[in-house]
């Protein structure tokens, strides 16, 4: 029986790999010139396959569609992973945040593993190759090259989404699932940066141990997160918005302010007590030249506007009322809110084939008979730390194993 998979990064891959292990006799088919074209770049180069984590602390990282998944990673776990890249020979290390990197810190040494397991396992690789048109006739599936018609009796779609198309992410699949009569849930940038005014002068300043959140007009919380970030010339980025991100793509627009509190250990009352202590020591110099031990030299200025007091105003006639709103800015750092970065930098793609209309178990879709989905062309996102790849994986080797299954 014959299966094809059409995409080669990681959930293509695996969904090949497992497919011909269990006996099937696997085409992949790959429109660019290599294989993992996304996956190279992924981490910066270095790859976090995924995160070493149970899989209860697994699905709280899942963005969209936990539910949908759990049978997927339990059948491939993150453990499956590292062991899989064990026993072929790939050294792994784990860092902060249980994120999992090879040892060598390259990508192209993970990508190497599959293309020498898709070799090894039998499978047919088409590179530069893509597909112009899949359909369903009585004897199977006919895909459609430049140079050829190809017949399978299963079919993989294992596109990826719309993020950084020159890696061959351009929304393929989600054209073959409409024409076999699949909805296609919106599509939103995942894992981006956060476009805001007012923060051109503070570009390339990173900051640690701070939170970041997002605010309506009234101040109300809405989403935050903790840790790491990233100021840019039109917005900010870093682990913590990223993650921000894809929380804020579920919301509503609205009239939103991303805030940020640079110094979440400590409540009003401490920081005003840390503050009272630096004017003491301070008490004649000009407030805009008070406040170097509290913020890092870069942020004072947009504190010292955010809180209101004049610069010129001298430590020892600042009031109690303007201490206070000092106090207010340093936890409240304020930026206008714009929206989310364009889909095309998003790392990952929020919204795809809707997941109600595939079978979690299988993978297989519930409209068309022998037709499979893996990876992000569906509608799953998880959070940074290796989640998203992890997802891919394991949602390739259930599409896989299925696939050849049903083909025997």
């Known amino acids: 029986m014959k299966v094809a998979v059409i995409g080669g990064g990681p959930a293509g891959m695996m969904a090949a790999i497992t497919a011909a292990e269990c006996g099937a006799d696997v085409t992949l088919y790959e429109k660019n010139e290599k294989l993992g074209k996304k996956l190279y770049i992924s981490g910066k180069g270095r790859c976090n396959l995924t995160n070493d984590c149970s899989a209860r602390e697994f699905f709280p990282n899942v963005a969209t569609n936990a539910k949908f998944l759990y049978g997927a990673v339990n059948k491939f776990s993150p453990q499956d992973v590292m062991n899989f890249c064990a026993e072929r020979g ?13 040892a060598s810190d390259k990508s192209s040494d993970v990508i190497k593993l599959f293309a ?20 369903y ?39 073959f699932a409409k024409n076999f009569g699949h909805s296609i849930v919106a599509l939103k940038p995942a894992l981006c940066r956060i476009l805001c005014r007012g923060t051109q002068q503070l570009e390339g300043l990173s900051l640690k141990n701070v939170e970041v959140s997002l605010t309506d007009g009234c101040g109300k919380v809405l989403e935050s997160e903790f840790g790491e970030m990233l100021f840019t010339d039109d ?6 918005v990223l993650t921000l991100s894809s929380r804020i793509n579920k919301l509503q627009k609205g009239d939103f302010r991303i805030s940020i509190d640079l110094k979440p250990a400590l409540d009003e009352e401490k920081l ?20 170097d031990a509290l913020l890092p030299e870069r942020l004072i200025k947009a504190v010292a506007e955010q809180s209101g007091i004049p610069f010129d105003k001298k430590v020892h006639q600042i009031t109690a009322a303007e201490r206070a709103a000092l106090v207010k800015s340093i936890k409240g750092l304020t930026f206008p809110y714009v929206g989310l970065d364009n889909i095309e930098y998003g790392i990952v793609t929020s919204g ?8 979690p178990s299988t993978m297989e879709s519930k409209l068309q ?17 290796g989640f998203n790849i992890q997802i891919a994986l394991s949602t390739g080797y259930v599409a896989g194993q299925n696939a050849a299954k049903t083909a025997k």
């Open 90 to 102: 790939l050294l792994l290390k784990t860092e902060r945040g249980n994120r999992v990197f090879p």
């Open 116 to 135: 020498t397991e898709l070799r090894k396992s039998g499978v047919n690789v088409c590179l530069n190759t893509e597909i112009l048109a899949l359909v």
């Open 137 to 175: 006739q009585k004897s199977g599936f006919s895909l459609t090259t430049i140079t050829d018609i190809a017949n399978f009796d299963r079919v993989i779609i294992a596109t990826g989404g719309v993020s950084y198309s020159a890696t061959g992410s351009t929304g393929d699949g989600y054209k």
């Open 235 to 240: 917005g900010v980025s870093g682990p913590t």
């Open 272 to 291: 005003d007590a840390r503050v009272l202590r630096d004017f003491s020591e301070r008490m004649n110099k000009d407030f805009i030249n008070s406040l």
């Open 352 to 359: 795809g084939v809707d997941v109600k209309e595939i079978n």
């Open 369 to 385: 008979s022998g037709l499979y989905f893996c990876g992000e062309v569906m509608d799953v996102d998880g959070y940074t730390g």
